[in-house]
Structures are given as structure tokens and as C-alpha cells.
T-cell receptor, first 115, second 111 residues
């Protein structure tokens, strides 16, 4: 058990809809990262938060947004969903920010299916 | 921007054979991390290399960081069926740099 909690485990929704994915980091970790993994694809970095502030942005679409709350949990919002958004979304946490080089601890992921 | 390339994409081996995956970065890395993702699972941190030319071992796994800190490798000796999964390298470019993952090498082991 990595200590990172992601909910829900599975999500099935229709095109054009909006969903929210939730992540609780490991106790003591200040950084939260979101990654997208499509079938047989690598891990695409979306966005990182450190202690409530956005630290870095990757290939995140404008239809996607995220935030980290004062209690350090994070939410990833996906709107105007398209079939191509179907993927496994991972949240990861670490003690430091990305420039600290500390290992990432991944949650079990949320599998999103857009029909 | 920084890119991390990993080869091969797939590797099929007979149980007992050795396996190696290679990772190359377009820029010098401050450190490199390796992760393993079992089928249906999430990536799990294996190790981090920081020093130029560093070599670390974990039982049958040997990790190397190149002298120029732009490439790395993971070698598994005498593979077992429990080694099945996708192995990712992730390069860190230093200050303000993010952890960039390679596309991974998917290892299958035939008993």
C-alpha cells in the first residue's frame, strides 16, 4: 500500500460530460502529481502541485484543470470529455517538489471510460 | 524540451534468461529513477541514481547511471515470472525540472 488514495477506482461517463477525480497524498507529502496513462502508453505528466500551489504543468489540455486544497488533497477536473480521454489517471505524491528529486508514490489510479 | 527515450518497447524472454532495458535523455540529468508497474497495477519506485557512473544492485537487478548522466540501464539476471511488468525510467533535469518518464519496457517471461 503506497498510502496514496484515489477515488473513484472506475468511472464510466458519456462524451461531453464533466468528472472529478480525487487524490489524497501520503501523510507528510506536500507534492501531488497527476499523470495520464493510455493503453500501452507511458506516463504523461499533466500537472504538479506543491503545498497548495501549482508548481509545474505538462501536456494538460485546457479542458482539464486541477487544484490542491489546504488539507493537501487534490482534485483533477476533466470537462467536455471526448472518447480519447479514456485512460488510467494516476495521482502520485512526494515529500518534496520535483526539484528535490524525491521518489514518487503512486495511487492505484482511476480508470476513466468515456462512451 | 527534455525527452527520455527507453528501449526496447517490448521484450519477451524465457525464464532464466537475462534482460536489459536502456534509457537515454536528451539532456543531462540530475538524477534518474526506476519504477516497475505490474500488470493491472500502479508504478512502484525501485531505485534512484544520482552520481555519475553510479551502479546499484538489488538482488538480481543492477542499475547503472552513465558517466555523462544522460543514460541509464536496468539489467535483470536470470529472469523469473515474478519479474513480469513494465519498467519505467524517469529522468529529473534538476532545478525546476520535472520528472519525465520514458515510455517503458514491457517484459514478459515465459516459464
Amino acid at each position: 500500500d503506497s498510502g496514496v488514495t484515489q477515488t473513484p477506482k472506475h468511472l464510466i461517463t458519456a462524451t461531453g460530460q464533466r468528472v472529478t477525480l480525487r487524490c489524497s497524498p501520503r501523510s507528510g507529502d506536500l507534492s501531488v502529481y497527476w499523470y495520464q496513462q493510455s493503453l500501452d502508453q507511458g506516463l504523461q505528466f499533466l500537472i504538479q502541485y506543491y503545498n497548495g500551489e501549482e508548481r509545474a504543468k505538462g501536456n494538460i489540455l485546457e479542458r482539464f484543470s486541477a487544484q490542491q486544497f489546504p488539507d493537501l488533497h487534490s482534485e483533477l477536473n476533466l470537462s467536455s470529455l471526448e472518447l480519447g480521454d479514456s485512460a488510467l489517471y494516476f495521482c502520485a505524491s512526494s515529500v518534496q517538489g520535483a526539484d528535490g528529486g524525491s521518489p514518487l508514490h503512486f495511487g492505484n489510479g482511476t480508470r476513466l471510460t468515456v462512451t | 524540451g527534455q525527452q527520455v527515450m527507453q528501449i526496447p518497447q517490448y521484450q519477451h524472454v524465457q525464464e532464466g534468461e537475462d534482460f536489459t532495458t536502456y534509457c537515454n535523455s536528451s539532456t543531462t540529468l540530475s538524477n534518474i529513477q526506476w519504477y516497475k508497474q505490474r500488470p493491472g497495477g500502479h508504478p512502484v519506485f525501485l531505485i534512484q541514481l544520482v552520481k555519475s557512473g553510479e551502479v546499484k544492485k538489488q538482488k538480481r537487478l543492477t542499475f547503472q547511471f552513465g558517466e555523462a548522466k544522460k543514460n541509464s540501464s536496468l539489467h535483470i539476471t536470470a529472469t523469473q515470472t515474478t519479474d513480469v511488468g513494465t519498467y519505467f525510467c524517469a529522468g529529473h533535469g534538476g532545478s525546476q525540472g520535472n520528472l519525465i518518464f520514458g515510455k517503458g519496457t514491457k517484459l514478459s517471461v515465459k516459464p
